[in-house]
């Protein structure tokens, strides 16, 4: 059984940080992408970042600059550091984990609400 696991989310200004995590464990092996999916409300699940397994990374134009992705291969753990939060970036975050085999799994979700 696989079991993926955010957290860091909460409340946060306009222009502040926040760091989500993400593990991935249980019997997943052969990880290649991991990455975050965000739904605002009244919007549809997009691509936040993903990075692959040899590093190579992909981010949405509108986080391009403001947030960082990085994983640990070995523990199967991802993180994304968000600066410059911006009111629009208040979603629910999701940790996505796909394999070599094309077998992906999802987390649950953590919130993330950029208000004053």
């Known amino acids: 059984q696989v079991q993926v696991v955010e957290s860091g989310g909460g409340l946060v200004q306009p222009g502040g940080s926040l760091r989500l995590s993400c593990a991935a464990s249980?019997?997943?092996?052969?990880?290649?992408?991991m990455g975050w999916y965000r739904q605002g409300p009244g919007k549809q699940r997009e691509l936040v970042a993903a990075?692959?397994?040899?590093?190579?990374?992909n981010y949405a134009s509108s986080v391009k600059g403001r947030f960082t992705i990085s994983r640990d291969n070995a523990e199967n753990l991802v993180y994304l550091q968000m600066n410059s939060l911006k009111p629009e970036d208040t979603a629910v975050y999701y940790c996505?984990?796909?394999?070599?085999?094309?077998?992906?799994?999802w987390g649950q979700g953590t919130q993330v609400t950029v208000s004053s």
């Open positions: 249980g019997s997943i092996f052969n990880v290649n992408a």
């Open positions: 990075i692959f397994r040899g590093g190579r990374t």
């Open positions: 996505n984990v796909e394999t070599l085999y094309s077998v992906v799994y």
